[in-house]
């Protein structure tokens, strides 16, 4: 039967999703706190390896093996050292006051030491304890066993044990979510802190920022929704995963789940174009000719589109048919409103746009939405127009 230390491990493992070892490691630094605090020396590195099946422990001063040096003359160095950092600060406060440029300053090079007690034995003395020893190995000096911490060591072993666990709970999470950075999670709105929404996602919390809002829609707490990770970051407080509704990427993702096509990549997404919570244009195209992109974007009676609106809180979706000539493109993207001409000026990057005066405000868009958006889709800058009589009769006699 497991020991009673061991059954708890396992428990902690079981409840906190962690590694067995990671578990152990906590331990192990926690007792190596305890034992500096009751029997070690400030000059030591205590090392620690713990023994879940009956508790018991082996204590080790680890240190690696360097060059001899003189410690007088070491001293004398850090005196210089010491000496060179208060003129260095001297000067600094100068170049302030007088408004000069403050000079560069290495600390590392000026002030560091050379030579740390608690991890670093000379050579001589490292020969004592191993007659082997050379420049580079690591020394184990086994130390005397504890019979039995006080109160103040075990606490310290509490308190790391419980900041190592901490740690490692987080770096779980940062991992699990790191995965599905760029991907669309289910979560349930947990409740609002100022302009932020905090989503739960299960093991942790995600943070929705105003930007990442559509301000169409009312979080409520227990409301479910599906967010986009849009980035995942470790911080001192733990793990920080940024979600959202507003990214494109959010529309992106949603059309390869719901269309197989897409995500089999028969059908490519070319291009999009956002304004959350009110319309978005998404440029298709395929380079298998018996596929119609739209269509399959479509779906039968609309509902594959409609699941993807329902998803977007009713947000407008254009699907446009890619094309590599900007005429085209241009003429597809400010759908869906009928364009009579489209002439280019290469050198600004525009595009004059004319339309019959029926089509003007259809072209245009409420607040002129519908024109913005074809912009960003295509690359190009668009301005439109009402096209003279002669284009409309132009236009009138080659329509069927």
């Given at each position: 039967?497991?020991?009673?230390?061991?059954?708890?491990?396992?428990?902690?493992?079981?409840?906190?999703?962690?590694?067995?070892?990671?578990?152990?490691?906590?331990?192990?630094?926690?007792?190596?706190?305890?034992?500096?605090?009751?029997?070690?020396?400030?000059?030591?590195?205590?090392?620690?390896?713990?023994?879940?099946?009956?508790?018991?422990?082996?204590?080790?001063?680890?240190?690696?093996?360097?060059?001899?040096?003189?410690?007088?003359?070491?001293?004398?160095?850090?005196?210089?050292?010491?000496?060179?950092?208060?003129?260095?600060?001297?000067?600094?406060?100068?170049?302030?006051?007088?408004?000069?440029?403050?000079?560069?300053?290495?600390?590392?090079?000026?002030?560091?030491?050379?030579?740390?007690?608690?991890?670093?034995?000379?050579?001589?003395?490292?020969?004592?304890?191993?007659?082997?020893?050379?420049?580079?190995?690591?020394?184990?000096?086994?130390?005397?066993?504890?019979?039995?911490?006080?109160?103040?060591?075990?606490?310290?072993?509490?308190?790391?044990?419980?900041?190592?666990?901490?740690?490692?709970?987080?770096?779980?999470?940062?991992?699990?979510?790191?995965?599905?950075?760029?991907?669309?999670?289910?979560?349930?709105?947990?409740?609002?802190?100022?302009?932020?929404?905090?989503?739960?996602?299960?093991?942790?919390?995600?943070?929705?920022?105003?930007?990442?809002?559509?301000?169409?829609?009312?979080?409520?707490?227990?409301?479910?929704?599906?967010?986009?990770?849009?980035?995942?970051?470790?911080?001192?407080?733990?793990?920080?995963?940024?979600?959202?509704?507003?990214?494109?990427?959010?529309?992106?993702?949603?059309?390869?789940?719901?269309?197989?096509?897409?995500?089999?990549?028969?059908?490519?997404?070319?291009?999009?174009?956002?304004?959350?919570?009110?319309?978005?244009?998404?440029?298709?195209?395929?380079?298998?000719?018996?596929?119609?992109?739209?269509?399959?974007?479509?779906?039968?009676?609309?509902?594959?589109?409609?699941?993807?609106?329902?998803?977007?809180?009713?947000?407008?979706?254009?699907?446009?048919?890619?094309?590599?000539?900007?005429?085209?493109?241009?003429?597809?993207?400010?759908?869906?409103?009928?364009?009579?001409?489209?002439?280019?000026?290469?050198?600004?990057?525009?595009?004059?746009?004319?339309?019959?005066?029926?089509?003007?405000?259809?072209?245009?868009?409420?607040?002129?939405?519908?024109?913005?958006?074809?912009?960003?889709?295509?690359?190009?800058?668009?301005?439109?127009?009402?096209?003279?009589?002669?284009?409309?009769?132009?236009?009138?006699?080659?329509t069927p």
């Amino acid at each position: 039967m497991p020991s009673a230390i061991e059954q708890a491990i396992r428990q902690i493992v079981e409840e906190k999703g962690l590694q067995y070892e990671a578990v152990i490691d906590a331990i192990e630094s926690a007792l190596a706190a305890a034992y500096r605090k009751d029997f070690g020396d400030k000059n030591q590195n205590i090392e620690t390896k713990f023994d879940p099946t009956d508790g018991s422990m082996k204590v080790w001063d680890v240190k690696t093996v360097i060059e001899d040096i003189d410690l007088e003359e070491l001293e004398r160095q850090d005196e210089a050292r010491r000496q060179k950092a208060e003129e260095l600060a001297l000067q600094i406060e100068e170049a302030r006051k007088n408004g000069e440029p403050i000079p560069a300053v290495s600390l590392e090079e000026d002030i560091g030491l050379r030579f740390n007690p608690k991890t670093d034995i000379m050579l001589s003395e490292a020969k004592i304890l191993k007659h082997s020893a050379k420049i580079g190995d690591v020394i184990r000096n086994e130390l005397p066993q504890a019979e039995e911490f006080g109160r103040m060591a075990a606490m310290t072993a509490k308190q790391v044990i419980t900041q190592k666990l901490r740690e490692a709970e987080r770096e779980v999470v940062y991992n699990e979510y790191k995965e599905h950075e760029g991907e669309i999670m289910n979560g349930t709105v947990q409740r609002r802190e100022g302009r932020v929404v905090l989503v739960d996602l299960g093991r942790t919390t995600a943070i929705m920022r105003p930007e990442d809002q559509i301000t169409s829609e009312r979080y409520n707490t227990g409301d479910r929704i599906k967010v986009y990770i849009r980035q995942v970051g470790l911080t001192t407080k733990g793990p920080e995963i940024l979600v959202s509704r507003t990214s494109e990427e959010m529309v992106r993702k949603l059309f390869a789940v719901e269309i197989p096509e897409i995500s089999e990549g028969s059908v490519e997404i070319r291009a999009i174009a956002r304004e959350a919570g009110s319309r978005s244009k998404v440029a298709v195209s395929t380079p298998d000719e018996s596929i119609d992109p739209i269509g399959a974007c479509i779906g039968q009676r609309g509902t594959r589109i409609q699941t993807i609106i329902s998803e977007l809180g009713g947000e407008k979706v254009d699907i446009i048919e890619w094309n590599n000539n900007p005429v085209e493109f241009i003429t597809h993207s400010l759908s869906p409103a009928k364009v009579i001409s489209v002439t280019l000026d290469e050198k600004e990057h525009s595009a004059f746009v004319k339309v019959n005066a029926d089509q003007l405000s259809l072209a245009i868009g409420k607040g002129g939405q519908n024109v913005r958006l074809a912009a960003r889709l295509t690359g190009w800058k668009i301005n439109i127009g009402e096209a003279e009589e002669e284009e409309k009769e132009e236009d009138n006699s080659t329509t069927p």
